[in-house]
C-alpha cells in the first residue's frame, strides 16, 4: 500500500461518516461527534504510540490507513445488523465480524511492526479495547 496522505484522510473520513450512521441511532449528533473524535484520537495515538515504540515511524501512513481501511469494510458490512440492533442469529454473525476485525488488525500490527502472531494479537485486543474505552 502506498504511503499517500490523501488515502489516509479519506479513508478515516468515510469511517467517520459509517461511524456516525451508526451511533446517530443509539446517541445524538454531538455526542457521536465527540465519541467519533476522541476514538480516532485514540486510534490514531495508539498506531503512532505503537510505531515509535518499535521504530518504525515512517510505516505510520501505510498502518493507520489499512487499520481504517479494514475497520471501513468490516463497519460497512456489521451496518444493517448494528441499526437493525442484531439479536439471535444477527449477534453470531456480529461475533464473526469482530473476530475477523481481530484477525485482520493482528496481521496489520505484525506486518507493520515486525511482530510474531502471538505478539501481534496481544496489540490487536488492546488496541481494540483501548478504543472500546470510548464506548464505557
Not at 456480529?94 to 488488525?105: K, R
Request: hydrophobic residues 60%; glycine residues 8%; proline residues 4%.
Amino acid at each position: 500500500m502506498p504511503p499517500e496522505r490523501s488515502l489516509l484522510l479519506r479513508t478515516v473520513a468515510l469511517n467517520l461518516l459509517v461511524g456516525y450512521i451508526t451511533l446517530r441511532g443509539v446517541v445524538d449528533a454531538s455526542a457521536a461527534l465527540l465519541i467519533l473524535t476522541l476514538g480516532t484520537g485514540l486510534a490514531l495515538g495508539f498506531v503512532l504510540l505503537a510505531l515509535y515504540l518499535r521504530d518504525r515511524l515512517p510505516r505510520f501512513v501505510q498502518t493507520a490507513t489499512a487499520l481504517f481501511g479494514a475497520d471501513l469494510i468490516l463497519s460497512i458490512a456489521a451496518l444493517p445488523l448494528n441499526i437493525a440492533g442484531a439479536q439471535g442469529a444477527g449477534a453470531w454473525i456480529l461475533l464473526g465480524i469482530l473476530g475477523w476485525y481481530l484477525a485482520v488488525s493482528a496481521h496489520i500490527f505484525r506486518n507493520a511492526l515486525d511482530f510474531h502472531r502471538p505478539a501481534a494479537w496481544a496489540v490487536a485486543l488492546a488496541y481494540f479495547f483501548i478504543n472500546s474505552l470510548i464506548f464505557l
